[in-house]
């Protein structure tokens, strides 16, 4: 897939892409429009110029289908082995429901669904939510629930209507909201799965749990970004008897 981000959708840009549709592993081309000055690289509208099928990746026994501003991990080899770790930190838990923040396309969700009674999953990208959605039909899986919005925004109403027991957390760089911080400790939840791509939003947000009596139970890193200093962290943190 190749999307190419211009200022205002001119007949060039779109006879450009057009014109890579010869290539053959290219299987659909987009452009997306960004108009703003701003570090956000792609902006809210995207054009569909040719699709040949649908760009599809598998993580373990699941397929997802992927569009231009879903967000999936780069270095494929080693995704599963990210899940991996944190589906064992958290867990089987049948008879217990995961609330999974920041679940994009809803891979996490989706691959940790076997492992719970019920999943909801929230996104923020509208377009991750859609694919999510698409998702869940193209592999079959029954017992996840998307919702869209701001993690910060939806987590109260979330536990209030649901009796949710465990969180996964995956988040930007920027790490999490204090909101979302705020919101896990004075709420009962007893364990927190957190999958982090930036050790020092990561430690941050470590503190303030581990101040409000949550303990450091787990913590294994994955190497997503071979021969960088840059690592994929997992940590499981626990508040009493889970």
């Known amino acids: 897939m190749i999307t190419v981000v211009v200022k205002e959708n001119i007949v060039e840009a779109q006879n450009f892409v057009k014109s890579l549709n010869e290539y053959e592993k290219l299987v659909s081309g987009y452009i997306n429009i960004n108009p703003k000055k701003a570090s956000i690289i792609m902006g809210q509208e995207s054009k569909l110029i040719f699709s040949k099928k649908n760009f599809t990746d598998k993580i373990g026994k699941y397929e997802f289908n992927i569009s231009p501003k879903s967000f999936f991990q780069v270095n494929r080899f080693q995704t599963e082995n990210l899940y991996k770790i944190a589906k064992d930190f958290l867990g089987e838990n049948k008879d217990k429901n995961l609330l999974d923040l920041y679940s994009g396309i809803g891979t996490t969700s989706i691959y940790f669904s076997e492992n719970f009674k019920k999943v909801i999953g929230v996104e923020v990208v509208k377009d991750a939510v859609k694919d999510a959605k698409e998702n869940l039909k193209l592999n079959d899986v029954k017992n996840v629930e998307f919702l869209y919005g701001k993690s910060e925004e939806k987590i109260e109403e979330i536990l209030k209507n649901n009796n949710i027991d465990i969180i996964s957390v995956d988040p930007p760089r920027k790490g999490l909201d204090k909101k979302v911080v705020d919101t896990i400790i004075k709420n009962d939840i007893k364990k927190v799965v ?26 294994k890193l994955c190497d997503m970004f071979s021969k960088t200093v840059h690592c994929e962290v997992v940590v499981e943190i626990q508040k009493g008897d889970v």
């Open 194 to 219: 957190y999958v982090s791509c930036n050790r020092a939003t990561l430690t941050r947000d470590l503190k303030y749990f581990i101040d409000s009596g949550f303990e450091l139970k787990k913590v």
